[in-house]
């Protein structure tokens, strides 16, 4: 592995952030719309239930989306990240490399059959207590896992699995 390497592990998370937006925006002018015509019935049900997806959404902005920023051989420098005016949940500073304990590697076994998308994983810097984790690679677990190993050997770190909720963890030794 070749350092420094530009990453930005934030970008599933842009698009996601603009999709909504849009839907957001489309949402925003229908309800207009049913007040300009006089229908206050229709405006004020798409009004609560637009209220109701918003708690929904303000809840979910707790969710680290990534990151974007630069590994070096001695330290990881990540800036904030925005999507047309807003601030994705994601760390921002620079981190000397003895501030993290160990590599993670994340893996989401997805058990739908009809998934397009197959096992996924992320590859994450550790941060000891009082420094953020972060995401340096997200991908299918085939490419994750051989990222994870040669950042692993790159930057003389431990390779840990790093737990889901409601998953077992598999042991990776080196």
Do not use: C
């Not at 620079?94 to 997805?110: D, H, M, S, T």
């Amino acid at each position: 592995m070749n350092l420094p390497l530009d990453f930005n592990s934030a970008e599933p998370w842009t698009r996601i952030v603009k999709i909504a937006l849009t839907i957001a925006a489309v949402y925003v002018i229908a309800v207009a719309g049913l007040f300009a015509k006089g229908n206050f019935l229709g405006g004020a049900v798409l009004l609560v239930v637009g209220l109701a997806f918003y708690a929904v959404l303000r809840r979910a902005r707790r969710v680290s989306m990534g990151a974007a920023g630069r590994l070096t051989a001695s330290a990881v420098t990540v800036h904030p990240v925005r999507v047309w005016g807003f601030s994705l949940n994601v760390p921002s500073g620079e981190f000397p490399l003895n501030q993290f304990e160990a590599v993670g590697l994340l893996e989401r076994i997805v058990i739908v059959p009809q998934s397009i998308r197959g096992n996924t994983g992320t590859v994450q810097l550790l941060g000891r207590p009082g420094i953020p984790t972060i995401d340096v690679m997200m991908g299918d677990i085939d490419t994750a896992r051989p990222f994870a190993e040669e950042l692993t050997a790159a930057l003389n770190l431990e390779l840990k699995s790093v737990a889901v909720p409601g998953q077992t963890i598999r042991r990776y030794t080196m």
